[in-house]
């Protein structure tokens, strides 16, 4: 009997579904970065033509080559007054006598990886060729208490914002629920800040340069118990940017071209309490699952990874969600140096966003650069040998938004 449609004739599971929709093969050709912090020399309108200009010339294409631009960024209204930011990018670019669709996306901390993804799903479909996406922010122009306000906006305004709950509260109780159920200490959640203070110290783009010490992390102000304010990554000011464009192409552009293997996105409640668990979030574990069925390998290929460690408990929370070790594994792991470089399975050796520095709307395109520049062989003084394979996780807000990239060189 013929299907008559619905989901009965839809493929339903993710390994499925990647092979149902595979595309074309894409590829990033260029990347391109600022420098990360308070970057008060710097406008908004500056930073992202730094960092787009520099991955355009990475790529080595000109303007009139470009189908599609993307640009992540959370709030822009807010920050500096203006929306609309798209065509605003395509212009201060120098590109605007192009006239290609240019296109803002929004997911909190996850804009930056969701701009990727629609860039990524844009080559695959054939829809475009060469696809410019790019994230920025510029956080620091706002007083703390505005800042705070904004931040706050990508939580539930009406079940935790409006009651007086902080985004660095809400992480507090994830972060004593980990303590509570899986056994996480002090010391475990401390070692995530002062691995990626040391990683940092590497890498050029990096908002702090400088080591810190567990007994320095314990001994900082108290922001939400558990966590002081060295628990806390910093928002910052940025840009990042990468170019894609088919697999099959890529070579004809760079003799470097890094394949996304797969890309996925998962979402979840807004509001805390409504959530199964406080100690993972089943928005990135969805996400983790169809960027490995797209991929055709997990975490035990994974040789590297960029994790979303807005607070030192979610670098936590995304190794586990991830896979790299079993739940409760991954606090005992970092104290005893699997996590850094040198370590079975290095994270964040760009200092990750507590130390590189949380330019919100660019952190996502910053970790895709850094996995590409890892795979590419390029990571001088953090390179991690033999590099083939590496994975980046962004979340937005408390994490009702995660997308997963799994990325790999041939």
Known sequence: MPSTGGRSSLATNPAEKARHHAGREVAVIGIGQTAFGERWEASFRDLVTEAGLKAIQDANIQGEDIDAVYVGSMSTALTIGQEHVAPLVIDHAGLADFHMPATRVEGSGASGSIAFR??????????????????????????????????????????????????TAIHAMMARAHMDELGTTLDMLAQVAVKNHDHGLKNPYAQFKRPITREQVHAAPMVADPLTRLHCAPLSDGASTVVLCPLEAAESFTKKPVKVAGTGQGSDTLALHARH?????????????????????????????ELHDAYTVNELIALEDLGFFPRGGAGPATLEGETALGGRIPINPSGGLKARGHAVGATGLAQIAEIVSQLRNEAEGRQ?????????????????TAVVTALEVL
């Open 384 to 400: 991690v040998k033999d590099a083939r394979r590496g994975v980046c996780h962004n979340t937005g807000g408390t994490g009702a």
């Open 277 to 305: 668990s406080l100690t993972t979030m089943a928005a990135a574990r969805a996400a983790a699952e169809r960027a490995y069925a797209q991929a055709g390998w997990g975490p035990d290929s994974v040789d590297v990874a």
């Open 118 to 167: 629609q860039g990524v799903l844009a080559v695959r479909s054939g829809d475009a060729d060469i696809v410019v996406v790019g994230g920025v922010e510029k956080m620091t122009d706002s007083s703390d208490a505005e800042t705070a306000r904004i931040v706050g906006s990508s939580m539930d305004q009406e079940w935790e914002s409006f009651v007086g709950a902080t985004d």
